[in-house]
């Protein structure tokens, strides 16, 4: 699956929230919403994030 940037998304291998900062060949860089250290990871390894996963962000200050 290709993500766009700004797109919210669970790495599912560490299960953390992360905002798609970009793609550079076969892997997407991603960092926490609202700003923090960026990682990369492999578009299999990303889903999108559901609403209630956003909400709670939001409820601890997150997007």
Do not use: H
């Amino acid at each position: 699956m290709t993500y766009r940037e700004g797109a919210y998304v669970v790495d599912t291998r560490s299960a953390k929230l992360a905002q798609v900062m970009a793609r550079m060949g076969p892997r997407v860089y991603v960092r926490p919403p609202g700003g923090g250290r960026e990682w990369d990871a492999p578009p299999e390894a990303l889903r999108p994030a559901t609403r209630e996963e956003l909400a709670a962000a939001t409820r601890r200050g997150r997007p």
